[in-house]
């Protein structure tokens, strides 16, 4: 029972002690002094701090704001509907290989259709398992790194 006493009693003056020793005033009582003036360097003697300044900062656009400068083509702040829709325009053209105006099935999967005829190697209409192998997609190798650190001589 006296250790949970004489516990308490040296808890009571650790508190104690850190109330009197901390100070509520975080800022300083007097001013911080200001950089001194600066003097202009002797010729051929070199100064003893140099004044480092940061380069100016170029303002980095938001991911929204290239967004909106891609879509706005004459730069007026406003995108209009035929704006927005010409980059759809231009693909669904791409895709319409006829030029009629309307998008077939073949039209739109041609990829698959070429795919299917570049690995029907006997053209008959199926696909074997051999040549179905040769439509898996081909993945690019990693590039490897140096087994050492050696520059090239």
């Excluded at 009571?12 to 109330?19: D, K, R």
């Excluded at 009197?20 to 800022?27: H, K, S, V």
């Excluded at 909106?68 to 829709?85: G, K, M, P, S, V």
């Excluded at 791409?94 to 190697?121: I, M």
Aim: charged share 35%; proline share 8%.
């Amino acid at each position: 029972m006296w250790r949970y006493l004489a516990g308490a009693v040296s808890a009571m003056f650790f508190i104690a002690a850190g109330l009197l020793l901390y100070r509520g005033d975080a800022a300083p009582k007097q001013p911080l002094p200001g950089p001194p003036p600066s003097a202009a360097p002797v010729a051929g003697t070199a100064p003893d701090k140099v004044a480092v300044t940061a380069p100016p900062k170029a303002t980095e656009k938001t991911r929204e704001e290239k967004r909106f400068d891609r879509y706005d083509d004459n730069a007026d702040e406003a995108i209009t509907r035929d704006e927005l829709l010409k980059s759809r325009r231009t693909r669904y053209a791409n895709l319409d290989t006829d030029h009629d105006g309307k998008l077939s099935f073949r039209e739109w999967a041609h990829t698959t259709y070429d795919k299917f005829d570049k690995a029907d190697a006997d053209k008959s209409g199926t696909l074997s398992r051999v040549e179905f192998a040769t439509t898996r997609r081909k993945s690019k190798p990693k590039p490897r790194k140096p087994a050492c650190s050696c520059a090239g001589d």
